[in-house]
């Protein structure tokens, strides 16, 4: 029975879990909601996902719902498909302590930050509101000051852990992918992206992945919309 990810491809949290099966290789089937009626909030999709979030998977009529969870799962009942991306057992205590530290470092200081600044400068666009500007300002500075921390780790390992590409760096390609769109030059900017080279070297690695990152269709069209309105 193919595995199936009911959310839509718009969704980080989305892409994010089709990231990963398709590095792992693991064949499925997405079935896009319907944004029009809000179907994620209503009472069939709330069965299978109690906060009216995306995605939620079923596997064999297993359910699981949050990205992150969903791609452990992955990763665990799928361990002769594609690459490990956590640690085997054997590793040791301290290689999991280190790849734990790396999955908190992308979810409480990357995601944070970056999502605010994509939602005044894309989220709040597309729901034809006014993006705060002097918000985006702080939060870039923020970010900024979260990269330079990415580049104390960086220039001494490969990847967040050390010499072995994990989650915990696959997880930072939806928002990183969206960099463009979002007008976050933090890492094109030749003058900024001087002060962490390591972290520059990094993500064009996860660049190279073509399949991994894109910038998505209806960024792109929502920046052609609002560049019209200023001609």
């Known amino acids: 029975m193919t595995l199936k990810v009911h959310g839509h491809p718009q969704s980080t949290s989305t892409r994010r879990v089709l990231l990963i099966l398709k590095e792992k290789k693991i064949p499925y089937e997405l079935i896009s909601i319907d944004w029009a009626v809000a179907q994620h909030k209503q009472p069939e999709w709330l069965q299978f996902h109690p906060f009216a979030q995306i995605p939620y998977i079923e596997?064999?009529?297993?359910?699981?719902?949050?990205?992150?969870?969903?791609a452990r799962y992955l990763v665990a009942a799928y361990p002769e498909e594609g690459p490990v991306l956590i640690p085997a057992a054997e590793a040791g205590v301290k290689a999991h302590a280190l790849f734990e530290q790396a999955v908190a470092v992308e979810a409480f200081n990357f995601d944070p930050t970056v999502a605010a600044i994509l939602t005044e400068r894309l989220y709040k666009p597309f729901?034809?509101?006014?993006?705060?500007?002097?918000?985006?300002?702080?939060?870039?500075?923020?970010?900024?000051?979260?990269?330079?921390?990415?580049?104390?780790?960086?220039?001494?390992?490969?990847?967040?852990?050390?010499?072995?590409?994990?989650?915990?760096?696959?997880?930072h390609v939806p928002f990183l992918s969206l960099f463009g769109?979002?007008?976050?030059?933090?890492?094109?900017?030749?003058?900024k992206a001087k002060k962490w080279p390591n972290v520059v070297?990094?993500?064009?690695?996860?660049?190279?992945?073509?399949?991994?990152?894109?910038?998505?269709?209806?960024?792109n069209d929502l920046l052609e919309r609002e560049a019209s309105k200023s001609i």
């Open 181 to 191: 769109a979002g007008k976050i030059d933090v890492l094109t900017d030749e003058e």
């Open 201 to 219: 070297r990094y993500v064009h690695w996860l660049a190279s992945r073509r399949y991994l990152i894109h910038i998505d269709r209806w960024a």
């Open 59 to 70: 596997d064999d009529g297993f359910v699981l719902y949050e990205s992150r969870a969903i």
């Open 127 to 171: 729901a034809g509101l006014t993006p705060d500007e002097a918000q985006v300002a702080v939060l870039v500075g923020q970010l900024e000051t979260k990269l330079a921390g990415y580049e104390r780790i960086l220039t001494h390992s490969k990847y967040l852990t050390g010499e072995e590409v994990t989650l915990a760096d696959l997880f």
